[in-house]
């Protein structure tokens, strides 16, 4: 039986999507099982306003390009569409579209649901039919996912955070990583999970940043139910799921989006605006109504369909100017002559108010790298309207001390007090995120100088500074028990590391920083603002110390935190107090348990009268070596 003429599109429907504001095209788009007239099959709907035919091809036509034409709609959307009776889940197809000069090429769906496993390119007839059983996670996210709230993040990428051993060339399902992720962040203390991009890309060593099925969740792990049950098990343990999103660049594949009609449809045709120099990809066309319909349908898809509850938003920066990665005279301009591309911003602030709209609970954050004003601030402020950022500069600036020996810190003492300076300029994420572990860049514990001891203590010192400072926070895989080797796509994690005692007491310290970071409000209540940060000393810098006050909305759940950048134990150093009380130390990274020399602080710590810091009271303290050490107020 051939094609039947059959529409899921309103004309209401054709009125959003041609003026950029439909959000939900994938209950429109794409191929979905119905019933018409008592008869099964699947309904087919495309979007191709340039091509002079469009036929569905597949393993139930024996891909015969000219069994099953879709019909072209009367009006100026450029849908192509039709009913093919007897079409099942599971069947495989492309869309063969004889393209404006009259080519003819084999395209995957952009809307399919599900894809086949890669290096095969074709679509597949499939539903969402997941019941899902999260109600209670759902409702109680916009509490547990508010911005004042600790955000503790575990980046990862599926296909090598862990494999089995005894077959280590095969990634692992999602079912499988469920099986050991889960009770993995409970125990490590995260609060959040990222998942590096999972949907459908053809170029594994891409790490998922060059999609083609942007709505499919990647078979190389299994079904799209599958993904579903990793993140439904992660809710049930009050885990959040973000999904890393790329709206700004696809590759060239022949059966992805690129020249999709014969024409430039989906990126610019201007290539000053429509590739991507340094990732040899395609740009969106933001200036596109229907492109834009697309990209926010999208990100509405992951958070509906898959209860996501977060999106970092990729290579903000590269959309946001057309000089991104190119010489001025090389970049193309806006209509008022300047280098921000308007289409891209339009797009970015419909996104957000879209998603913060419809969704409660949900963040949108921005891998953002440029000074853009106001990328956190609400859009009716004149912002784009994320929820959060990353703070690129805060971790370019720490890695850089960081790798200095100790003996020359002094010199550059506020590389690592700069970033107060700026830092409730917006909501700021500080991550240190799988770009910091590849291309050479060597793994986090090789970037700390020193012998090995120093090694480790200089990392558990970066994590405590990390996350005792204003903000939220990110950490990729590995960093957590101090991988030695760069990440590797290929391969698993290190995890026999964990029988030496300095990398089990790396990932001890992290346990108990998580725990810290989420059982004291004033690391978390005022994350993003200036109320929640005192300094008590920032400019000694021959003895490299750093002491700053971290406060909650009460005074009792004050903090105090000391760190010491060099490998000299400091005896009886006096630090002033926010305020008379008695102090006890509740963390110290140099514990024996963690790999350190055990120099910690057992006593009640007593109020003295005496000037320090330009306060009244103050107190002295023994801070060891290439250490961070916490106070609380004692009884």
Not at 282 to 309: C, G, K, P, T
Not at 535 to 559: C, E, F, M, P, Q
Not at 574 to 603: C, H
Request: hydrophobic content about 40%; overall charge negative.
């Amino acid at each position: 039986m051939g094609v039947l003429a059959y529409s899921l599109f309103s004309d209401f429907d054709i009125s959003l999507f041609i003026s950029g504001k439909h959000f939900r095209l994938y209950e429109k788009f794409g191929a979905h099982l119905i019933e018409v007239a008592g008869t099964k099959g699947t309904y087919f709907a495309v979007w191709a306003p340039n091509a002079q035919a469009v036929h569905v091809i597949g393993n139930f036509n024996h891909w015969s390009k000219t069994a099953h034409p879709l019909n072209r709609r009367l009006d100026s959307s450029g849908i192509w569409e039709g009913f093919i009776p007897g079409v099942a889940k599971g069947e495989v197809y492309k869309y063969a579209i004889l393209g404006f000069e009259g080519q003819l090429v084999e395209k995957g769906d952009p809307y399919a649901i599900k894809w086949e496993h890669p290096p095969k390119t074709a679509s597949v007839v499939w539903e969402n039919d997941y019941q899902w059983s999260d109600k209670s996670w759902m409702k109680k996210r916009v509490k547990i996912n508010a911005l004042n709230k600790p955000m503790s993040v575990y980046e990862l990428h599926l296909g090598s955070w862990q494999r089995d051993p005894s077959e280590p060339k095969r990634v692992l399902t999602y079912k499988e990583i469920a099986a050991s992720l889960v009770p993995y962040v409970i125990d490590m203390g995260f609060t959040h999970v990222e998942l590096m991009p999972i949907m459908e890309y053809p170029f594994y060593p891409s790490w998922g940043y060059q999609i083609t099925g942007y709505f499919a969740a990647s078979s190389r792990h299994g079904t799209p139910q599958e993904l579903m049950y990793l993140i439904e098990e992660l809710h049930k343990h009050d885990i959040a799921v973000i999904l890393d999103w790329v709206p700004s660049h696809f590759p060239g594949d022949q059966h992805g989006l690129y020249h999709f009609d014969g024409t430039h449809l989906y990126e610019h045709a201007d290539m000053r605006k429509g590739f991507h120099p340094d990732w040899k990809s395609y740009i969106f066309n933001y200036d596109r109504n229907e492109v834009r319909s697309f990209l926010i349908s999208n990100a509405m898809y992951w958070l509906d369909q898959f209860h996501a509850d977060g999106l970092r938003v990729d290579a903000v920066a590269s959309m946001l100017y057309y000089d991104f990665s190119r010489k001025a005279e090389d970049a193309a301009t806006n209509e008022h002559g300047g280098r921000e591309n308007l289409g891209a911003i339009a797009f970015l602030k419909d996104m957000n108010e879209a998603i913060y709209g419809s969704f409660e609970g949900v963040q949108t954050i921005a891998e953002e790298s440029s000074t853009y004003p106001g990328v956190t601030h609400p859009v009716y402020a004149g912002g784009l309207g994320f929820g959060m950022k990353w703070m690129m500069g805060w971790m370019n600036d720490t890695l850089k001390y960081f790798k200095n020996d100790p003996i020359n810190r002094k010199h550059h003492h506020h590389q690592l007090t700069f970033a107060i300076t700026y830092a409730f300029s917006e909501n700021f994420m500080l991550p240190f995120s799988h770009d910091e572990v590849v291309h050479g860049k060597s793994s986090m514990i090789y970037k700390m100088p020193g012998d090995e001891w120093q090694k480790f203590a200089n990392l558990r010192l970066l994590y405590a500074y990390m996350f005792t400072q204003p903000g939220t926070k990110l950490l990729f895989m590995g960093n957590e028990f101090a991988q030695t080797h760069e990440w590797d796509f290929k391969n698993s994690l290190d995890w026999h590391l964990l029988q030496h005692p300095p990398h089990l007491g790396m990932q001890k310290t992290v346990r108990a920083i998580n725990k810290l970071y989420r059982s004291e409000p004033a690391l978390y209540e005022y994350s993003f603002s200036h109320e929640g940060f005192e300094w008590i000393n920032a400019d000694d810098a021959d003895h490299s110390v750093y002491i700053y006050i971290r406060k909650g909305k009460k005074a009792k759940d004050t903090l105090i935190v000391i760190l010491n950048l060099t490998p000299v134990y400091r005896e009886n150093y006096r630090v002033g107090l926010p305020f008379k009380a008695k102090w006890k130390e509740i963390f110290n990274t140099d514990e024996e348990e963690f790999f350190g020399s055990g120099k910690l602080n057992t006593g009640t710590l007593l109020p003295e009268q005496e000037n320090c810091h330009g306060r009244e009271f103050s107190i002295e303290i023994n801070v060891p070596p290439l250490a961070a050490i916490v106070l609380k107020q004692g009884k």
